[in-house]
């Protein structure tokens, strides 16, 4: 017996993607004389990119016949990571503008060979007011060879609530003749500026026989920058006389 086993099959040089089962190779080891073949297999690694995203691997398959020495074959598996981690798609989201908006911090992000980065950043879109806008956050899933998935979140804010009057006075009592002072009522608003105005109602009189004491009502409204009007406030403002009259140039005696 002077030939050495060969391989029926001769291998093929073949590339896949890392995380994805290496297809098998076997040799059909033939030898004219025995029917019997010890088949061994080993594989190392050959060589590897510096970023580790590429690995070549040499397989060595040797086939020997009891009267021979080895015959051996070789396959070279070059393993590559050109796929992109997974992401999970994320949910709009709504919050007032009083809210503080929250970062999500439950990812679901995985890769099936690397560790897994998840960033994000976010761009503000303005709206119609100050206090209502868009937020697109946008979420990226890295691996350690710069494969990346990104997905946006739409994140919208909006101003809800009208200003609203603090604690205040709301009647005053004024001697006839005096100049009546504008009293600007205190208000709040969770969001925005916001301005104030007031008109006043028509005076009317109490007791209709007794035109002394006279009053009306002012009116204050409260508008932020959205254009929501808050409740109406109301001061009662009221005009009495208490004051004797002086008489003048009275008359001497004769």
Known sequence: DAIPASAVLQPTDISVECGQPIPAYTPHWFDNCDN????????????ESPEHCTKVYKETYTGKD???????????????DYTAPYLQPFQNAYYDCSDVIPVQ??????D???????????VTIAGDCPSNYEIQRTWTA??????YTSRVQYIYVSDTHAPYWLENESTFYYECGTTIPVTTPVA???CSTFSTS?????ITYPNPEYLCEKQFDRTWHAVDTCGIVSVEFVQTVYIYDSTNPVLIGCPQDL
């Not at 890295?142 to 494969?147: F, T, V």
Request: charge should be negative; glycine fraction near 2%; aromatic fraction near 12%.
């Open 105 to 110: 911090t439950e990812i679901n992000a995985y």
């Open 198 to 202: 007031y008109s006043d109602g028509s």
């Open 66 to 80: 009891n009267c021979n020495a080895p015959t051996t074959v070789i396959r070279y598996v070059t393993v590559s």
């Open 36 to 47: 019997t073949i010890d088949s061994t297999y080993s594989s190392v690694l050959f060589s």
């Open 112 to 122: 099936l060979c690397t560790e897994v980065t998840v960033t994000y950043s976010d």
């Open 142 to 147: 890295y691996d350690e060879c710069q494969n």
């Open 188 to 190: 709040m608003d969770d």
